[in-house]
């Protein structure tokens, strides 16, 4: 596991978490941004409080480790990417 889903899996439910997708990327404008997507199993999402304090968490890993990318999260349910790779 990687230091952002060891993050995701500690303040989101750790059952409830699929898989951590993570990707370094440059935004237009040339700044650096880290994509993250969370799948997740269930039909509801995390709550908003549990994406605020993930988003937060990974921020300040990401600042005490020198890295000045910003985090962009999506949050997928298990059964709508199953559905998406189904359609592929």
Do not use: C
């Amino acid at each position: 596991m990687n230091k952002v889903e060891d993050i995701a899996r500690s303040v989101l439910d750790a059952n409830d978490v699929v898989d951590v997708v993570v990707s370094h990327d440059v935004n237009a404008d040339g700044e650096p941004v880290l994509w993250i997507e969370i799948v997740y199993r269930g039909e509801e999402p995390p709550s908003v409080d549990r994406m605020a304090a993930l988003t937060e968490q990974i921020w300040r890993s990401e600042r005490q480790a020198g890295s000045l990318a910003f985090p962009v999260i999506s949050y997928v349910s298990e059964m709508d990417q199953d559905e998406v790779v189904a359609a592929e």
